[in-house]
């Protein structure tokens, strides 16, 4: 463990970056309280480069979002589609264009819904698989969906209708050693599900894109090459590197039956642990300082490690932030 000068996530401009991102919001037009304008206005303060628009079986018009957008900050327009045995939501959709809601397990018509989704270059995503609510169940299977919601809105409290987010992390995290192998893993990403005054931004995914553009973004996304935080005050590098070829999250590493070194560099979550996550489950865990800013390394080879993943938690066990898998070749 070592003290550092941490390069922050956050990006202004448009260029190739790490940006910050809620991709599950409610306004006034479906049942949040706060206006469109009031969100992208609390989005900017909590640090947060883009939002999507994901009101309940209804369409986002540029009429409503559009003049909020500008170079630095950017509307993603999407929705939530609130079926009878799971919900899901349409990232990337065009203006007006609205993915029909009633369909279920059982009648099949999902994988139509899912083919509007992406033919219009948008993203599918798997939201509060355990929400414990009348439908909040994800019945679906994850085939066909591009990502899946592993953390919504605050990782715990007595809401009750908080979702289950150590019940989903958990059934994403068995799922990945498959998923690798056989080249369709699925990842993960955070929203806040914002309905209330201050829920925008806890959690969120903070996604590297080539630009602040909803192409860019859902392809950062798609890729996985992403990490959820729990708050902008939150950093995390995580790299891992085989003899001078190093790469990101959500990438892969060719690594020639040698060495790899995995580093995660951190900064926000004082007194808390990182442990790091391969297809042998938890393989090792260190503890961060009190001031919450430190190095943690640790090395494996390709024979040992499929992929490796970090979370990073609080002393109280709740999770500030967690990554999807760099991939071992």
């Not at 996530?9 to 599950?24: F, I």
């Not at 085939?143 to 009750?160: A, C, H, I, K």
């Not at 995914?205 to 553009?213: I, N």
Request: glycine share 10%.
């Amino acid at each position: 463990m070592s003290s550092l000068s941490f390069p922050s996530a956050r990006a202004v401009g448009r260029g190739a970056a790490w940006y910050r991102g809620d991709c599950h919001v409610h306004s006034v037009h479906s049942d949040g309280e706060l206006t469109p304008e009031e969100l992208a206005v609390r989005a900017r303060a909590a640090g947060l480069d883009f939002m999507a628009t994901t009101e309940h079986n209804s369409a986002a018009t540029p009429g409503t979002w559009g003049q909020l957008a500008a170079d630095d900050f950017l509307i993603v327009l999407g929705e939530e589609v609130t079926t009878k045995t799971g919900h899901w939501l349409a990232l990337g959709i065009n203006s007006g264009e609205v993915v029909d809601w009633n369909h279920q397990v059982r009648d099949g018509l999902v994988d139509k819904c899912l083919d509007q989704v992406h033919r219009a270059g948008g993203l599918c995503v798997a939201a509060h698989p355990h929400a414990p609510y009348p439908s909040g169940d994800f019945m679906f299977p994850f085939q066909g969906f591009d990502v899946v919601e592993v953390w919504n809105g605050l990782w715990t409290s007595d809401r009750p209708w908080n979702a289950d987010n150590e019940a989903a992390l958990a059934e994403w995290g068995r799922s990945l050693a498959a998923d690798i192998r056989t080249g369709s893993w699925r990842p993960a990403m955070g929203n806040s599900d914002t309905h209330l005054e201050g829920q925008i931004g806890i959690p969120h995914t903070v996604v590297f894109a080539e630009e602040l553009s909803t192409e860019a973004v859902l392809a950062g996304i798609r890729a996985g090459r992403s990490w959820i935080a729990e708050s902008a005050d939150v950093d995390v590098s995580f790299t891992a590197n085989a003899d001078g070829r190093v790469v990101g999250v959500g990438e892969r590493l060719a690594t020639r039956g040698g060495q790899v070194e995995v580093q995660a560099a951190l900064r926000g979550v004082p007194a808390g642990t990182v442990s790091f996550h391969t297809d042998r489950g938890k393989v090792h865990r260190a503890s961060l300082p009190s001031d919450g800013t430190g190095v943690v390394q640790w090395d494996t080879t390709a024979e040992h490690s499929g992929f490796v993943r970090i979370e990073v938690r609080h002393p109280s066990g709740h999770v500030a932030a967690l990554t999807n898998p760099i991939i071992l070749n």
